[in-house]
């Protein structure tokens, strides 16, 4: 995960472009610290990114889950099942991690990401577990190589993305091999659903036992997948906050 422009909601450090901030870029761990360091800095007064096909799915035809029944508008060769619209309270049963850079990201052969295009990995099912899915995938490549090309086709056209793509050319990448990330993806929380739109709260885990972070990204069902939805600044996480656990998330499996 990477703090691709500024975080909403916060102040000082989190005020400054991502590219002037200490260690920019954000790995789930890495955010993590930073949310701990920006709400310890608050207390203490401080101020202030042609498809090749991956996984075959073999699931039904993707039908909209809505009155209309018609058919999305989804990627070449994309079809999940969208049945399944009520908030998720577990993770999906063939959940497994996958590795991105340095990092490991959840994955799911049914729910997304289904294709793959190099640093693109498309195609969700239109629930809110695929929302999540995407809210992790998406920004976890904004950090490494090939960056520009996920903005472009995994990002909802607008200011926010002119913003982001602006601020982040200003960045050099990640290495994409090297020392594995600290922390990682603890759990998420699904805030606001609909057919259109959802706001995913990501749980991280810090460097350090016990530390846990938090952040919300917005995506929107935009041209038959989930694509991330940044502010007109680009900001593209709100709501950064330390927790004390991870009692009100739904947590992923070890």
Not at 140 to 149: A, I, L, T
Not at 172 to 183: I, M, Q, T, Y
Not at 202 to 221: C, E, N, Q
């Amino acid at each position: 995960m990477v703090n691709s422009g500024r975080l909403r909601g916060g102040s000082g450090e989190w005020e400054k472009p991502f590219w002037q901030q200490r260690g920019w870029m954000l790995s789930a761990g890495f955010l993590a610290t930073l949310l701990v360091v920006g709400v310890v800095a608050l207390m203490s007064g401080g101020s202030g990114t042609p498809p090749r096909a991956g996984n075959d799915p073999t699931t039904t035809p993707s039908v909209s889950p809505g009155t209309t029944g018609k058919a999305d508008a989804r990627p070449a060769g994309c079809r999940t099942d969208d049945s399944d619209q009520e908030k998720p309270t577990a993770v999906p049963k063939d959940f497994r991690w996958k590795a991105n850079g340095t990092g490991l990201v959840p994955v799911s052969k049914t729910v997304g990401p289904l294709l793959y295009d190099g640093p693109v990995w498309y195609c969700y099912a239109h629930t809110p577990m695929g929302a999540v899915l995407a809210a992790h995938s998406v920004t976890d490549h904004f950090s490494y190589p090939g960056w520009r090309q996920v903005v472009e086709r995994q990002v909802v056209p607008g200011a926010g993305r002119d913003a982001l793509i602006a601020d982040r050319s200003q960045a050099e990448d990640k290495p994409v091999s090297g020392k594995a990330d600290a922390g990682g993806y603890a759990g998420f929380s699904v805030l606001a659903y609909n057919e259109e739109e959802a706001t995913v709260m990501l749980l991280l885990r810090g460097p350090d036992t016990g530390v846990f972070g938090s952040a919300s990204v917005t995506v929107r069902w935009h041209e038959g997948d989930w694509k991330l939805v940044p502010g007109t600044d680009g900001t593209v996480y709100s709501g950064m906050a330390q927790v004390s656990g991870t009692q009100g998330f739904v947590t992923w499996e070890a």
